[in-house]
């Protein structure tokens, strides 16, 4: 191992899906010297590395957008050379009706390794430095214990030590917060087999979402797996390539027409471990009015649902410059966690997340305001009575 290399950023990103990638632009958006590290050799996580390739609805399902802001432009991103499938024709057509809206959702279906490459270069275009192929090991506090100071990350061939203002876990897992010790949560449910990859099959590219899709931790079971055990993990992606060479067979042998074209490179797993925060979200929180809110989404589940995202979701009371983003924040429960886990949530929740670390460093005493000014410039509504929706 060589010799321990030291950076210093403003803000500091552990873990580079969508909750990642958002939260890393957004942080360098406020003119921080930010950090984006990221375990594999592309960014987008689950829905690029694990093929779930379907961004979700940024609407309500009733024709009004909900969420906006980084959230859609990824989603736009995503799109912007083209959709593996569902153009969201009606919400890209300023002439388009509410009806035309209500009949098909503000979401898309994109290719994986494009999005992650058109992203990648939209973090290099805004300044945010990339840490490729880094494990987080451990996580260094304060003599007081309510501040982060440094996380020890290791590479191939090198240890870094990087030091930051504030630190932004965007793991999945909420690895950062459980290294330092914070307060989290795990899944009540086990996570189903699911084996999506893509193929050519007579010619034509397309996605193969073989195994569970939609209700991914309802279907786990007692067969399903936690996603924390590296061996448990191991066996459960042998198992998977396992399943998706055997489906793919059936069709035929490998010739120009019929070839696998992408498989998943990470496991497909959607809920592990989340942070205890000074808040937690319940899915009866829908059209609940919150002061302290700091983005808006929906559910992918059904349509009418609305939500208010409190500031508080995203840290916890025992550290000061650590918050989280993505599919780790603070909720009450597994069915709360299956609305706020997907993609929409984990670019509001990222962009939130980085005007944060960029503009405090303590969180669990920073005035919301200092946020929602930031999101005000930015053109973005928090509120749902600004988006034309009445709270309950």
């Known amino acids: 191992m060589h010799e321990k290399k030291a950076r210093k950023y403003?803000?500091?990103?552990?873990?580079?899906?969508?909750?990642?990638?958002?939260?890393?632009?957004?942080?360098?958006?406020?003119?921080k010297k930010v950090l984006l590290v990221e375990s594999s050799y592309i960014v987008g996580g689950l829905a690029t590395s694990g093929i779930v390739t379907i961004y979700l609805p940024l609407c309500d399902g009733e024709g009004r957008q909900?969420?906006?802001?980084?959230?859609?432009?990824?989603?736009?991103?995503?799109?912007?050379?083209?959709?593996?499938?569902?153009?969201?024709?009606?919400?890209?057509?300023?002439?388009?009706?509410?009806?035309?809206?209500?009949k098909n959702r503000y979401s898309t279906r994109f290719n994986p390794n494009v999005f992650a490459i058109l992203a990648e270069k939209l973090l290099k275009e805004n300044g945010v430095d990339i840490l490729y192929g880094a494990t987080l090991f451990d996580v260094k506090k304060n003599r007081v214990g309510n501040k982060i100071v440094s996380v020890s990350l290791v590479t191939k061939t090198d240890a870094y030590e990087v030091s930051a203002d504030a630190f932004i876990d965007c793991t999945g897992d909420a690895t950062v917060f459980s290294l330092a010790g914070a307060p989290t949560a795990l899944a009540e449910h086990k996570n189903a087999d699911a084996s999506w990859y893509y193929e050519v099959s007579g010619g034509q590219y397309r996605l193969k979402m073989l195994g569970?899709?939609?209700?991914?931790?309802?279907?786990?079971?007692?067969?399903g797996i936690s996603g924390l055990d590296g061996e448990e993990n191991s066996a459960e992606v042998v198992k998977s390539h396992a399943a998706i060479l055997?489906?793919?067979?059936?069709?035929?042998?490998?010739?120009?027409?019929?070839?696998?074209?992408?498989?998943?490179?990470?496991?497909?797993?959607r809920m592990t471990r989340r942070i205890k925060g000074v808040s937690e979200m319940k899915k009866s929180d829908d059209k609940k009015y919150v002061p302290s809110s700091v983005g808006a989404f929906g559910s992918w589940l059904e349509?009418?649902?609305?939500?208010?995202?409190?500031?508080?979701?995203?840290?916890?009371?025992?550290?000061?410059?650590?918050?989280?983003?993505?599919?780790?924040?603070?909720?009450?429960?597994?069915?709360?966690?299956?609305?706020?886990?997907?993609?929409?949530?984990?670019?509001?929740?990222?962009?939130?997340?980085?005007i944060l670390a960029a503009e405090s460093r303590d969180f669990p005493n920073v005035d919301p305001k200092k946020v929602q000014r930031v999101l005000k410039k930015r053109k973005i509504k928090f509120h749902l009575s600004d988006l034309g929706i009445e709270n309950k």
């Open 303 to 354: 349509r009418g649902p609305a939500y208010e995202l409190p500031l508080e979701t995203l840290y916890c009371a025992e550290l000061k410059n650590l918050c989280c983003a993505g599919r780790c924040i603070s909720v009450s429960d597994d069915d709360m966690w299956d609305i706020t886990r997907v993609i929409p949530v984990c670019a509001v929740t990222g962009e939130a997340a980085g």
């Open 212 to 223: 569970s899709s939609d209700y991914v931790y309802k279907d786990g079971g007692a067969e």
């Open 10 to 31: 403003d803000v500091a990103v552990v873990g580079g899906g969508i909750a990642g990638i958002a939260a890393a632009l957004s942080a360098a958006r406020q003119d």
């Open 66 to 102: 909900l969420s906006y802001g980084i959230a859609e432009e990824l989603l736009r991103l995503s799109v912007s050379r083209g959709a593996d499938a569902d153009y969201p024709y009606a919400w890209f057509d300023p002439k388009s009706t509410v009806e035309m809206r209500r």
């Open 246 to 269: 055997e489906d793919f067979f059936r069709k035929g042998e490998v010739s120009p027409y019929h070839s696998v074209a992408t498989v998943p490179t990470i496991p497909q797993l």
